[in-house]
């Protein structure tokens, strides 16, 4: 093999271990970074984006826990966000967040639960969740990973908030 191949091979090799490195320490998967946020939605992270509120309590020995962020950006950005796929390659919905997938998001707050009280099902808790979850201003896209036998268990929501310019992503593992 000529010393130029070899060094080819070389650079090839230790670029796969760069790769598996930040692989490992969760720099391409870490749904907060840019690279994470390309990968678990499929949409670029906003380059005017000033995120609100971000947090992470994943932990214990089963790995649990909720992921989010909450950003601002540009009214151009989620006009051209909603006029494309939604993440996960999936049609945008419009309006009332379905109780079985928006109680699992607490983005940071106590939460709300989804009940059904004298006839009436709604949101209750937390009053902006209640709020961000009953609009009929808003958009979003879910997906459903894991088990048919636990419907939701885990999952992904992505919620825009035109009036707001205001983007709410949660991922969970319950």
Same mark, same amino acid.
């Given at each position: 093999? *000529?010393?130029?191949?070899?060094?080819?091979?070389?650079?090839?090799?230790?670029?796969?271990?760069?790769?598996?490195?930040? $692989?490992?320490?969760?720099?391409?998967?870490?749904?907060?970074?840019?690279?994470?946020?390309?990968?678990?939605?499929?949409?670029? $992270?906003?380059?005017?984006?000033?995120?609100?509120?971000?947090?992470?309590?994943?932990?214990?020995?089963?790995?649990?826990?909720?992921?989010?962020?909450?950003?601002?950006?540009?009214?151009?950005?989620?006009?051209? $966000?909603? *006029?494309?796929? /939604?993440?996960?390659?999936?049609?945008?919905?419009?309006?009332?967040?379905?109780?079985?997938?928006?109680?699992?998001? *607490?983005?940071?707050?106590?939460?709300?639960?989804?009940?059904?009280?004298?006839?009436?099902?709604?949101?209750?808790?937390?009053?902006?969740?209640?709020?961000?979850?009953?609009?009929?201003?808003?958009?979003? /896209? /879910?997906?459903?990973?894991?088990?048919? *036998?636990?419907?939701?268990?885990?999952?992904?929501?992505?919620?825009?908030?035109?009036? /707001?310019?205001?983007? $709410?992503?949660?991922?969970?593992?319950?």
């Amino acid at each position: 093999m *000529s010393p130029r191949r070899r060094l080819l091979v070389w650079i090839f090799l230790a670029g796969i271990c760069i790769l598996i490195v930040c $692989w490992a320490m969760g720099i391409l998967t870490d749904p907060g970074s840019r690279l994470g946020f390309r990968f678990y939605t499929g949409l670029w $992270w906003p380059s005017n984006a000033r995120v609100i509120a971000r947090g992470d309590d994943h932990g214990g020995f089963h790995g649990d826990g909720e992921f989010y962020v909450v950003f601002e950006t540009d009214e151009q950005t989620i006009q051209e $966000w909603l *006029s494309g796929s /939604a993440p996960w390659g999936q049609e945008w919905e419009q309006g009332l967040v379905p109780g079985e997938i928006g109680f699992h998001c *607490s983005f940071g707050t106590l939460g709300a639960s989804w009940s059904t009280v004298n006839g009436e099902s709604r949101y209750r808790g937390d009053e902006e969740l209640v709020r961000l979850f009953s609009s009929n201003q808003t958009w979003y /896209a /879910a997906r459903e990973r894991g088990s048919s *036998s636990l419907r939701w268990h885990n999952g992904d929501l992505f919620i825009v908030d035109p009036q /707001a310019k205001t983007v $709410w992503f949660c991922v969970w593992d319950w």
